[in-house]
């Protein structure tokens, strides 16, 4: 089976390989001593301190692993300053028909995606139709709830 490639920009990258260290040393020695702490007070059975603890143990393993994988399987993007198509890296300005509106979104890789900073995975929906598209392309998103249209009115 083929290893699953993950794009990233250098410096998602770098955010990343930061991010790993932080929690395989910092928040897994903190998360230790919570444990041991939690075992000094007593029965474990009906000790909540101690299953918080285990759990958040359980958690921070599990993205250690996700992180480790998409590090050792990820392809840097070169920065690219071309903004004759979208690529991964390009701020997009589009205009949604039906929300009436425009909205600006960057592309990026699945590891870098943030909704909140309107940093959108080239995996998504509405980053898989923008990729490779030019201004003034209209192209439709197939989102779960329905298909609807976007114009490309800017590439950055």
Known sequence: MAEQKFYM????YDDAVERLKYLQTIKR?????RIAEARGHGD??????????????????GEIVELDYKIK????????????FVH?????????FDLDE??????????????MENKISNESPVGAALLKHKVGDVVSVNAPDGAYKLRIDEIA
């Open 29 to 33: 020695e903190e998360i230790v001593e």
């Open 44 to 61: 474990l059975s009906e000790n909540a301190e101690y299953d918080a603890a285990r759990n958040e143990q359980a958690s921070n393993e």
């Open 9 to 12: 920009t250098q410096k998602g």
């Open 102 to 115: 425009s909205e600006v979104y960057e592309i990026t890789g699945s590891t870098e995606s943030n909704v």
């Open 88 to 96: 991964i890296g390009s701020k997009v300005t589009v205009y949604d």
């Open 73 to 84: 399987n990820a392809v840097i993007i070169e920065e690219n300053a071309d903004t004759s």
